[in-house]
């Protein structure tokens, strides 16, 4: 019924925590698992670790194709009625897949079930957030439910469970960065994205953000420099993506619209972002970085639980501010 792909590379630490994932209260699952040209001990452990477990596949690859193409090949092997991805340095409550079956099974309009997640940064204490998709199941329009998804949508959400058949009809994740949010788009346009209750899933991120260069080399497996304007891709693809649905021309040009709203939002932000921070006085300067974040990064299901780690980790980064 349930389908879990954990696409892998370079993972000998956290491989023994695969067999965590049949700790569910959910029995019916299969795992895959898919080594992308690893070259410590992943492989080796990965194959230790499934010895006696029924329902599970493993395959190894000779040379690292990215990490799009390895979580693309997981769900290209998946057999269930629905599918999840997992990372496995994350924690999920017992119930975690019992609870998005059940929510999915109550209607075939959802594609995409969600629980509350819980964000915490490796080897540091306590919670740095929690996050939700409730403002999503809101949503009375297609266009709504599609602005939902290219503003509000918080990217760990793509560890919830999908309708396979749903899933099957999209392009996937495209091979640079960036390329996995621009799934959820489009997997919003073919049906509902509901919260979770009563579950949980625990992400530990990074301590340390991926440089651009970090991250091009992730996504795509190469060590060349990464392409110039990466984000005029995204936007392009999100675009591409929408006029090769099968709605209505109307249908269409709403949908569209609000694309061209969202990328207009985007690129004054930047602008805005772009001039904040070059102003004089570096107090005042990261005050102000501080107080834009909220307006291009709004999402109303996100409750900090961190501030301070929260500035250092997410919004000083990604805004571009000294610490002060």
Known sequence: ??????????????????????????????VIISDNGSTDRTALLARKALRNKKNATFRSYPTNRGLSWNFNRTFRMARGKYFMWASLDDRRAPNYIEKCVEVMESSPAVVLAVPTVHVAIENCPGLLYTVDVQEASRARSLSERLSYALGGFPAVGLYGLFRAKALARTRLMSPFPGGDLLLIPEIALLGEIRHVAGTTLTYFGRKNWNSPKQDYQA???????????????????????????????????????????????????????????????????????????????????????????????????VMGALPS
């Open 219 to 317: 996504f795509t497996g190469k060590k060349d420099r990464p392409p110039c304007f990466p984000g005029i891709r995204i936007w392009r693809e999100h675009i591409f993506r929408i006029g090769t649905t099968r709605f209505s021309k109307m249908e269409k040009s709403r949908l569209l619209l609000v694309t061209v709203v969202h990328l207009q939002k985007a690129l004054l932000f930047r602008f805005a972002k772009r001039i904040a921070q070059v102003l004089p006085g570096k107090k005042a300067r990261v005050r102000l970085l501080e107080r834009l974040y909220p307006i291009g990064f709004k999402n109303p299901g996100l409750q900090i639980q961190n501030l301070r780690m929260f500035r250092k980790r997410v919004i000083h980064p």
């Open 1 to 30: 019924m349930v389908s879990i792909g954990v696409p892998l590379y370079n993972a000998e630490k956290h491989v023994a925590n695969i067999r965590r994932l049949w700790n569910q209260s959910y029995p019916n699952i299969e």
